[in-house]
Nanobody
Framework: QGELVESGGGLVQAGASLRLSCAAS????????MGWFRQAPGKEREFVAA????????NYADSVKGRFTISRDNAKITVYLQMASLKPEDTAVYYC????????????????WGQGTQVTVSS
């Protein structure tokens, strides 16, 4: 069994930056695509970003393109989400995930999930 543990969430003001981290353990996640989803209060969980196993290919939701950057360090088996120019609508619980298809923005294509980390952006 694999485990994903997110960290780095918090309360920030609009326009600020924040970096989320996701540490993976328990299996060979270095061969998996990894990504981030988020869920705002009262809304369904939505895709944010994903990266291929090598980190050379990435996929972003239109709502975060140009503001968020996903990256990974396979030596540390860690994936990051650098978030800039944060907006109140980015407020959500952010979930780290691992799967086989970095091009997918569907939950069903991701097999492993973390417990989530809260990001709150105040206006």
């Amino acid at each position: 069994q694999g485990e994903l543990v997110e960290s780095g969430g918090g309360l920030v003001q609009a326009g600020a930056s924040l970096r989320l981290s996701c540490a993976a353990s328990g299996r060979t996640f270095s061969s998996y695509a990894m990504g981030w989803f988020r869920q705002a209060p009262g809304k369904e969980r939505e895709f944010v970003a994903a990266t291929s196993w090598s980190g050379r290919s990435t996929n972003y939701a239109d709502s975060v393109k140009g503001r968020f950057t996903i990256s990974r360090d396979n030596a540390k088996i860690t994936v990051y989400l650098q978030m800039a120019s944060l907006k109140p609508e980015d407020t959500a619980v952010y979930y780290c995930t691992a799967g086989i298809n970095w091009k997918s923005d569907y939950e069903k294509d991701y097999e492993y999930w973390g417990q989530g980390t809260q990001v709150t952006v105040s206006s």
